[in-house]
Each structure stands twice: as C-alpha cells, then as structure tokens.
C-alpha cells in the first residue's frame, strides 16, 4: 500500500488504485481497522456458518475453535463502516444450513453473502474425501429458498451466472480463483 500511495498514485493520478483483503481476520494487528477504512480496502472472510459449524470447518491452528476471534474482528471492522463480505465454503457440514448461515452472516454485519460449492479436486490435485462433498440437491434447495426470502444473501456464483453458464460465455476471475473454477464478482 505504501508503495503504492506514495510511488504509483502520484505518478499515475488518473488511475485509480483499489485494495482488497482476503482474510480469515483471526489475526488482526492493532492498526488494521485503521489502514482499511484510510484505504477502503474490501475485504472478504470466510464464515461457514455460525460457531458450530465454523469452527468445525476452520478449526484454529491449535486445533481450537476461531469463530470468536473471526467475528471479533469483523465487528470492529463493521463498527468502523468498513463493508466486509462473508464467503461460506458449502460442504455436507453446511449445506443444509444455508439459510441460517446467511442469517448468522447478516448478523455479524456483513454486506453480502456468497456461498461457493468446495471443488472435489484439492489445491494439491487430491480428491476431497466424498463425505466432504455437498449434495447438489440440498444445494439447489437451499439456493432456491435463499432466493425467495431476497436479503443480503448473494446467491454467488447462482445469482450472477446462472443465466450465464453455457459454453463460450467469458468470465473475468479475481485473484485465488482455481483455473475459472470460481467465479468472483465484485459489486
């Protein structure tokens, strides 16, 4: 960022220069809430659901639950007017809870929900273990409930794409998408 504001900007003013963070804000240094909203960096964070399944899905490094610590810094971050959007990996542990985890999302102060299917092909090109899996019909079923009710919930990637799936279609991916696997939109 510093590089950025004091080398870039001034040499390029008529660009603009956007900031994002992913993070799963269990580790906040002091001046974080600070530098995010100096520098209206978006942020986006994985919540799976509420504690139980969260921590059960992200388990801290000592193997203890981080959901507090997560949710601890996305209220400082909110409570500072900093827009933070919460992604939930949808495996088996959640996927028939998807309403409640866009209820727990919005209560933790987010400005949208996305809900991304975990891919059965791993970053390592292992394949996750078929208990991990969602069904697709609990998936559809839940997606379809979401829709109905309207919200924060952002049905992503169903709500910007689904009329956009077919073959030759062009998507632009942000950073960490797998090979066009995810599809990232930012609003």
Do not use: M, W
Request: charged share 25%.
């Amino acid at each position: 960022i510093a590089h950025c504001e004091n080398g870039l900007k001034p040499r390029y003013p008529d660009r603009t220069i956007r900031y994002h963070l992913t993070s799963n804000l269990t580790l906040a240094p002091p001046d974080l809430v600070d530098v995010v909203t100096r520098h209206g960096i978006s942020l986006v964070c994985g919540v799976d659901g509420p504690p139980d399944i969260h921590d059960r899905c992200r388990p801290a490094a000592d193997g203890g639950a981080s959901h507090d610590r997560t949710a601890g810094t996305i209220g400082r971050l909110v409570a500072a007017g900093a827009r933070v959007t919460l992604r939930a990996t949808v495996t088996s542990a959640n996927h028939e809870r998807l309403d409640e985890t866009a209820d727990h999302h919005a209560r933790l102060g987010a400005c949208a929900s996305l809900f991304v299917p975990v891919r059965p092909i791993t970053s390592d090109r292992d394949l996750l273990r078929p208990d991990l899996l969602p069904d697709p019909d609990a998936v559809v079923a839940a997606a379809l409930r979401l829709r109905r009710r309207g919200g924060k919930a952002n049905l992503f990637p169903f709500n910007d794409f689904s009329a956009e799936i077919r073959p030759g279609v062009r998507h632009v991916v942000a950073c960490g998408a797998p090979r066009g696997a995810t599809y990232v939109v930012q609003g």
